[in-house]
């Protein structure tokens, strides 16, 4: 929906000559612009401002809940085990997962299901032992902001739709760099005339202005638009589960083989699966694990882990954890007979910061042996690529990665509500349609702009479906329903 820097039409420029095709052609794009824009828009203001919400949850909720995050520091520590019985006795539902404090000053936490099938989590003074309260993790601002982040509260028709406003950012990012790239500058100005397309023109009126910002504003955040919607695809139906993330999951036949994992499982049963770790709507098992079965307990296979003779619960298996090298993590609890203690340590959950560091940790819940032990190093490169990426998305590279963030979404909303004003100044006053740009009189350069979309979408299915769909309206329905056109240009 940008107005570029160097549109032809623009009355408060000098008119430069350039040749008709190139001109044709950048109208072209202009007009796939507007139009992806005109879609994308609502979408980058609402996953901006949920996106920030969840950002600040880590700052923001212990600060909420002091008194359940911070204890004062004792002398001697309760063990796991006594505090899981007290929860026990005190909840009913199954008791899902066991965070410790990170700090000696900080409570421990317990993950527990209900019967309703509600996600609280439990909070317990290590010291003491005692309670120290809980709260829903369904029912809160960043369970509420993470639907809505990826869902939009309407299930699978809303992940389609964010899907698709991720792909189109991607379209729109590539012809709003074209359309802002300085041209009609004679060589002798060559080098100065990027300078010049970097500046903010304030005397030349509201319009060009505005103008300026939103393409300057659009070139800064480039980088980010291009990162964010790459990395939230891993997380969308279609390009994410059914073709990225399917490709890069731990694979099964290894899983099977080495780490007695049941080979059998359908990858879509969750239950079955690493995906039945995560928690409610809040996803904090490793990407590309969520796919892979989960190893099975009561066999002799495995490893040596725990000493034989000691007892596997919280604490051996929080020890064992420890004397294998982790320091933060989160222990998942067997869910059933075949079940088995999950030690992991990653940044979906927020255990770590770095992701390279991701290591995830199979017990058997019986024998105390090790059934699977998958690090970073065990990825393949989408799978790598992919946990650093999310881990940057989610901001947990410490500070710098949080104020990045900021910026980058604070920026992505500066764009989107410039773009609808440049709409809103440029159309004219009575006008009752969308004002698009024109339609190219030679409709070869609009035929070879829609192909150039639909290539650079053919990577993202959901996008060249749409596009395919635009282009059959744009060059049939348009031309023989007058009343269609009036609204649609």
């Known amino acids: 929906m940008s107005i570029p820097l160097s549109n032809p039409e623009s009355k408060q420029e000098p008119k430069q000559k350039s040749k008709p095709v190139s001109r044709q052609f950048y109208h072209s794009v202009w007009r796939w612009h ?37 204890v004062e520091v004792g002398e001697q520590k309760a063990s796991f085990e006594s505090q899981k019985e007290s929860i026990n006795l005190a909840y009913s539902g ?10 000696a ?39 509420l902001s993470n639907d809505i982040h990826g869902s939009l509260l309407i299930g699978d028709l809303g992940d389609r739709l964010m899907e698709l406003a991720a792909s189109f950012t991607i379209l729109l990012a590539v012809s709003g760099s074209y359309l802002w790239w300085p041209r009609n500058t004679a060589k002798k100005h060559a080098n100065n005339r990027f ?12 319009r060009l202005f505005w103008r300026d910002l939103h393409a300057i504003t659009g070139l800064v955040s480039l980088i980010f638009l291009v990162f964010f919607s ?69 066999t002799d296979s495995g490893l040596k882990g725990i000493e034989q003779g000691v007892k596997v619960n919280l604490d051996s298996v929080s020890a064992f954890a420890k004397q294998f090298g982790f320091t933060h993590f989160t222990i998942s609890l067997p869910s059933n007979e075949t079940g088995v203690f999950t ?16 290591r995830t940790l199979h017990l058997d819940q019986y024998t105390g042996k090790v059934l699977a032990d998958i690090g970073y190093a ?8 992919m946990a650093v990426g999310i881990a940057l998305h989610q901001a947990n590279y410490s500070l710098w990665n ?19 004003y440049i709409w809103w100044l440029r159309r004219p006053s009575q006008s009752r349609g969308l004002s698009a740009p024109p339609l190219p009189q030679n409709l070869g350069r609009w035929k070879n702009a829609s192909i150039l979309m639909l290539i650079l979408s053919l990577f993202l299915p959901l996008a060249a479906i749409c596009l395919v769909s635009l282009i059959i309206l744009d060059a049939i329905l348009v031309r023989f329903m007058p009343s269609i056109k009036r609204i649609y240009q």
Request: hydrophobic share 40%.
């Open 34 to 70: 507007f139009y992806a824009g005109l879609f994308v828009v609502p979408f980058l203001i609402i996953l901006s401002v949920t996106g920030l919400i969840m950002l600040y949850q880590p700052v923001l909720e212990p600060l909420l809940y002091q008194d359940k995050y911070f």
């Open 195 to 206: 300078i010049q397309a970097l500046k903010i023109r304030k005397q030349n009126g509201k």
């Open 343 to 358: 030690v992991a340590a990653n940044t979906m959950s927020g255990d770590i910061q770095d992701a390279t560091q991701d």
């Open 402 to 420: 949080l104020i990045l963030n900021t910026l980058a979404c604070v920026m992505i909303i500066l764009l989107s509500v410039s773009g609808i």
């Open 94 to 103: 199954t008791i899902k997962k066991f965070i410790q404090g990170k700090a």
């Open 105 to 143: 000053n900080q409570s421990n936490q317990f993950i527990v299901n209900t019967p309703e099938g509600i996600n609280l989590k439990v909070f317990t003074n290590p010291y003491s032992g005692q309670i120290l309260g809980d709260f829903n993790l369904d029912d809160n601002l960043y369970a």
């Open 378 to 385: 065990d990825y393949n490169l989408v799978a790598k690529s």
């Open 230 to 298: 790459l990395s939230g695809l891993a997380w969308s139906g279609i390009w994410g589960g059914k073709f990225v993330q399917a490709w890069s999951s731990f694979p099964m036949e290894k899983s099977a083989s080495s780490f007695n994992s049941n080979p059998q499982v359908d990858p879509e049963d969750i239950h079955a699966n690493h995906k039945s770790l995560n928690t409610g709507v809040i996803e904090t098992m490793p990407w590309n694990l969520e796919l892979s079965p989960l190893p099975e307990s009561g």
